[in-house]
């Protein structure tokens, strides 16, 4: 990622993307990896179902293998945890508030995890990435982390920051135990 456009900064990068904050503009680009390019067309789809909906960035554009977002100003549930920024109850239970509105509008919530959970500037939680929210396959993942949260997160043994290779190797090891796969 050598020759990027002097406009575009790496903002984020995922399994099957790269998304790219446009230079004094408050837009990303999120470009596609070639075997992935048919979910431009996926999430465009999903982002005009929850259109309106603060929770979800709002979509500018779309293209063969791209698509223009709002950029979410904040840290994902991942960085906070690295960093030691608190979730709170509340961002929990906006996460679901959100994901509740989503089925409403006729979407399969899916593939939520720590890099798709934003805590903003302000506070609220955005969900973004939601190329998958139109899978069929039922998706438990964010029930795990809820569990998983309300286990373990508030206990006295809980780290106040934990280590990135830790958080790493724990996802590998659920995706493996979930048999969750990349190509959908
Ligand atoms: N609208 C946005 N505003 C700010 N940061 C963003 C935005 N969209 C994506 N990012 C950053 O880029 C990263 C990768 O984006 P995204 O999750 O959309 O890619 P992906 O390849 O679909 O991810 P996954 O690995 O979950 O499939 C995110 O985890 C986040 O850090
Ligand atoms: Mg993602």
Redesign the pocket.
């Known amino acids: 990622m050598t020759n990027a456009h002097p406009d575009l900064s790496i903002?984020?990068?995922?399994?099957?993307?790269v998304?790219f904050?446009i230079k004094e503009e408050k837009r990303?680009v999120?470009v596609y990896f070639p075997p992935?390019k048919h979910?431009a067309k996926n999430e465009q789809i999903n982002y005009m179902k929850v259109e309106g909906d603060s929770r979800y960035?709002k979509l500018y554009e779309v293209g063969r293998n791209y698509i223009v977002?709002?950029?979410?100003?904040g840290k994902?549930f991942?960085q906070c945890l690295q960093e030691g920024v608190p979730i709170l109850p509340e961002h929990v239970k906006q996460v679901d508030d959100a994901l509740h509105s989503a089925r409403e509008r006729g979407l399969n919530p899916s593939?939520i995890?720590l890099?798709?959970l934003?805590i903003t500037k302000h506070g609220d939680v955005c969900i973004?990435?939601i190329?998958?929210f139109s899978q069929s396959k039922q998706c438990e993942q964010w029930n795990d982390l809820k569990s998983g949260y309300y286990k373990h997160y508030h206990k006295a043994y809980f780290p106040s920051k934990l280590p990135k290779w830790l958080m790493n190797v724990v996802a590998a090891l659920y995706r493996t135990r979930k048999g969750t796969s990349?190509h959908t």
């Open positions: 903002c984020g990068i995922g399994r099957s993307a998304v904050k990303v999120k992935f979910l960035p977002l709002d950029f979410i100003e994902t991942f593939d995890h890099h798709n934003i973004i990435d190329a998958r990349i």
